[in-house]
């Protein structure tokens, strides 16, 4: 089970930011995405989120494009590098946006394991637009991983999180943290993908997918 992009070219107005890219995300694993400002990481990760659409991407074999909103929704979840609010929630409120998986009882342990695993179980009657940014990030961080949830492999199948530079504004501690937890997560059949600057050698992602550049020829792996 993968999220794949098969040889996909971008270009954004008259600049051209991916040529012949392909990537393969598999369920169950972490990948992390390493390079500088400007190489079309992100852009890279909108398309396999669909933001942008391309006819090269294919989740579990599928066209991309063919599944529902609703499945995608469940399946796949995405963590943008800034998120801002333009109405005065509260933190409980943002992370329950998050919430795709059914009955809201449920949804309401789910977001309390949430909160409590990614540490802002204590921020939860908190202003979202009061918090420091590094709090803003373990918000939306914690958002996305309630997106996905599910109990006992009872889910909908393989799933995605998708990551963009998740831990920019965080501490040693808290970004630790993320990590960590993006790992955890990847044994939930959840296919994870960072984008980070630099790569971390003996990270909390090591040995889980390792990390990976975008290579001059286009392939994503090794560089």
């Not at 954004?12 to 390079?35: H, I, M, N, R, Y």
């Not at 009955?103 to 009061?130: I, K, M, W």
């Not at 109990?151 to 990590?179: A, M, Q, W």
Request: aromatic share 4%; hydrophobic share 40%; with cysteine.
């Amino acid at each position: 089970m993968t999220l794949q992009a098969d040889g996909v070219t971008l270009r954004l107005g008259a600049v051209q930011v991916l040529k012949d890219v392909s990537l393969q995300l598999a369920a169950g694993t972490v990948t992390a995405l390493v390079g500088p400002n400007g190489a079309g990481k992100s852009s890279l990760l909108r398309v396999l989120s669909g933001e942008i659409a391309s006819r090269q991407v294919f989740m579990d074999s599928r066209p991309l494009a063919e599944v529902g909103i609703r499945d995608l929704a469940r399946r796949r979840s995405v963590m943008t590098q800034s998120t801002s609010m333009a109405f005065d929630f509260l933190v409980a409120e943002v992370l329950a946006m998050g919430w795709v998986g059914g009955a809201q009882e449920l949804g309401t342990v789910a977001l309390n394991e949430v909160a409590r695993d990614c540490r802002v179980d204590h921020l939860l009657e908190r202003r979202f637009n009061t918090l420091s940014g590094g709090e803003r990030q373990r918000v939306q961080f914690a958002r996305c991983r309630l997106q996905i949830w599910c109990r006992n492999d009872s889910g909908p199948g393989s799933r995605y999180l998708l990551l963009d530079e998740p831990t920019s504004s965080l501490d040693l501690d808290h970004e630790l943290l993320v990590l960590r937890q993006a790992r955890r997560v990847s044994a939930e059949n959840v296919g994870v993908l960072v984008v980070l600057h630099e790569p971390q050698p003996g990270g909390p992602i090591r040995g889980s997918g390792g990390a990976s550049g975008q290579r001059r020829d286009g392939r994503v792996g090794p560089p």
